[in-house]
């Protein structure tokens, strides 16, 4: 979506290494962020989301990590498994529609046995 | 509980056709959505109904209208199609429309327009 970037787009680790992919926003009004994954022909699935007034959130190998003030926030995956490969999106919320997600264009992370 | 259910999942329609992408939900929703997904673009947002009643255009809503015939269904239609239009098309439901509060979405409808 508008003024939503995701980096990287592409990401390549071996298995039991850690990947880091992240979202820069520019609405500073925006106050929750969720990560969704997506696997080859099916649907995005939220994996981890985090609300303005946490600095971090963790589950189980996920995390995500807000800065507010730089509106960046970041998905952290360690010990990364072969069933990670997917796509992810950080989707902030749009308050300008009715709190709708607005998508980056995804980051393709393929994690190698 | 199904979650959000769309109908059809594959259609091939020519140039200048028209359809109705069919989305349901039973998770008593508020608030419902339809994306479209192509290569390297995310999701992008076409329509919103942030409640029965109410419909409002996204990022995206040129080619598209929207119908919200209950609290449970919410369909988009294509007047004429266009190769444009090629795409699959995600429909979603969130329990409230305000902040916090995550996106259920459907399987999906790819669409290819010739």
């Known amino acids: 979506g508008e003024n939503v970037e995701q980096h990287p787009s592409t990401l390549s680790v071996q298995e039991g290494d850690s990947a880091v992919i992240k979202c820069t926003y520019s609405?500073?009004?925006?106050?929750?962020f969720p990560w969704y994954k997506q696997e080859l022909g099916k649907r995005p699935q939220l994996i981890i989301d985090?609300?303005?007034?946490?600095g971090e959130k963790k589950d189980q190998r996920i995390a995500v990590t807000l800065n507010k003030t730089a509106k960046h926030f970041s998905l952290h995956i360690t010990e990364t498994q072969p069933e990670d490969s997917a796509v992810y999106f950080c989707a902030p919320e749009d308050r300008n529609s009715g709190y709708a997600l607005n998508f980056g264009k995804g980051t393709s992370l393929l994690v190698t046995p | 509980n199904a979650g959000v259910t769309q109908t059809p999942k594959f259609q091939v329609l020519k140039t200048g056709q028209s359809m109705t992408l069919q989305c349901a939900q039973d998770m008593n929703h508020n608030s419902m959505y339809w994306y479209r997904q192509d290569p390297g673009m995310g999701l992008r947002l076409i329509y919103y109904?942030?409640?029965?009643?109410?419909?409002d255009k996204g990022e995206v809503p040129n080619g598209y209208n929207v119908s919200r015939l209950n609290k449970r269904e919410f369909s988009l239609r294509l007047e004429s199609a266009a190769p444009s239009q090629t795409s699959v098309y995600f429909c979603?439901?969130?329990?409230?429309?305000?902040?916090?509060?995550?996106?259920?979405f459907g399987n999906g409808t790819r669409l290819t327009v010739t």
């Open positions: 985090i609300r303005s007034n946490v």
């Open positions: 979603a439901s969130s329990e409230h429309g305000g902040s916090y509060s995550p996106l259920h």
């Open positions: 109904s942030a409640s029965e009643g109410t419909t």
């Open positions: 609405d500073s009004a925006s106050n929750y």
